[in-house]
């Protein structure tokens, strides 16, 4: 078929009046009374034709069926037209990581918690841990980790189109993607908190891969960070040793489908599984001169909100991840093509050095292949993936066209996997 746009004669161009795209079929035509010029979006099943100006109609045109659809919506009168180009594939570009300066060992936890530096140690894997002090925050850490993606990358802020924040311990109760994209200067970037807890960045990575694969963007910065100690019980050891505060950055570029680093993935969720792990929102008795506790003699007072300290039955989270987290990267594998002994890089949430080692050998992937940084920094949420990673990619270890399986796992409970390609 033939499809023909045709302009008002007093916009057309001298030698021409029509936009004609053929398809070797039979032929059509559609005309539009937009008066202004057109943008021509290219998907894998439909071609949609954009006018620009306050009277513009937009002209849907699907070519398996040859509907054409008039969509009476305003369209936007940015003199700033953004080109989108869908059905791409997204590349890891850059890295980056932050903690925090204060650091938290084994042996200062035992002087007031009834434990020791073996005890842990051989449960976890964890030595030490990075804890926020001195008015650091979340989205301090956040920015600092993006700086160094953007530099890696070779990007300008103002070049980011998305900013996804990947935290369940935001500094504003509305999230923190925003004030992340202030700090930055990603003044062109739409952001947006993703709340998920050690699931949190691996959704955030397959959610960019999907802006750019559906939605035309071209470069997306995925961040994840998280401050677990602020909601930890310092009085609970089996707890408090696990938790550490970090942030990790990604920054995905849009590139041809051949290129796609997202080479498979696989998420799942079960809110029964909320009572072995959770941080409850409770609300709290008023007394009289609370702040806000004021109703203009109104007899309703609601009550006020806090958030309980993380709660955790940490046998059978253990049982959970050993038994879900291998079958979520074989599914994700099975996507890919690929089996456990064609991978480089086993890339886990640094959750616990046991759960580490227990999928590995379930994956048959040697102890050598499997990336991890727990020791120093702990169970890190959101940020572990990142953190571990950036770490890897800048001492050499990953390196280009290297193929990692990521997965996260935890509250909700969710968990999820993605076999990824490093660029």
Known sequence: MAIVFTSPSHLQPSSSSSLSLNFASSSKSLSSAASCSQIVRLCESSIVFRAYAPTCKSVLVNCSGAEAVEDQAKLSTSNRALRRTVGKGSKLIGCGSATPKLSISNEYLSKFVDTSDEWISVRTGIRNRKILSDGETVTDLAVKSSKKALEMANLKAEEIDLVLLCTSTPDDLFGSAAQVQRELGCNRALAFDITAAC?????????????????????????????????????????????????????????????????????????????????????????????????????????????????????????????????????????????????????????????LDAVAERLQIPPERVISNLSNYGNTSAASIPLALDEAVRCGKVKPGDVLATAGFGAGLTWGSAIVRWA
């Open 199 to 355: 699931s949190g960045f691996v959704l955030g990575l397959v959610t960019g891969s999907r802006f750019i694969k559906g939605g035309g963007f071209e470069n997306v910065l995925v961040v994840g960070a998280d401050a677990l100690s602020r909601y930890v019980d310092w009085t609970d050891r089996g707890t408090c040793i696990l938790f550490g505060d970090g942030a990790g950055a990604v920054i995905l570029q849009a590139t041809s489908d051949e290129q796609d680093c997202l080479l498979g993935f696989d998420f799942h969720s079960d809110g029964n599984g909320q009572r072995h792990l959770h941080a409850l929102v409770r609300s709290t008795d008023k007394k009289p001169g609370d702040e806000g506790a004021v109703s203009n003699g109104d007899v309703f007072l609601p009550s006020r909100a806090s958030v309980s300290c993380i709660q955790m039955n940490g046998k059978e989270v253990f049982r959970f991840a050993v038994r879900c987290v291998p079958e979520t990267i074989q599914t994700a594998l099975e996507e890919a093509g690929l089996h456990g002994p064609d991978l480089d890089w086993l890339l886990l949430h640094q959750a616990n050095q046991r759960i």
